[in-house]
């Protein structure tokens, strides 16, 4: 199970920090990715982050989302600046090959002026 926090609702330009918790998988072999919703839209991989460190990140945020992860609390983060309208969506946080019984609730990310 993935619990997510850190969402909000921010202005263009503004920055916020996810968090997410993993229980019950095996956090430190995994891929860490966080996913997001948009309204009407499919779901969608942001940034994912390898157990060794190697990361990748969707065209759309490079240069303004930064992925971390650390083994020894199972967590992964996501520091999202420089948001923008189309960053509006519901996040979560899953592997990079998803556990589909593993989804939460998500956090829901409102950026608007």
């Known amino acids: 199970q993935f619990v997510e926090s850190g969402g909000g609702l921010v202005q263009p330009g503004d920055s916020l920090s996810l968090s997410c918790t993993a229980s019950g998988v095996y956090f430190t072999v995994i891929t860490a990715a966080w996913w997001r919703r948009a309204p009407g839209k499919e779901r969608e991989l942001v940034a994912q982050i390898t157990r060794g460190g190697d990361i990748k990140y969707e065209d759309s945020v490079k240069g303004r989302f930064t992925i971390s992860r650390d083994n020894t609390k199972s967590s992964v983060y996501l520091q999202m600046n420089n948001l923008r309208p189309e960053d509006t969506a519901l996040y979560y946080c899953?592997?990079?090959?998803?556990?589909?019984?593993?989804w939460g609730q998500g956090t829901q990310v409102t950026v608007s002026s």
């Open positions: 899953n592997a990079a090959v998803p556990f589909e019984d593993a």
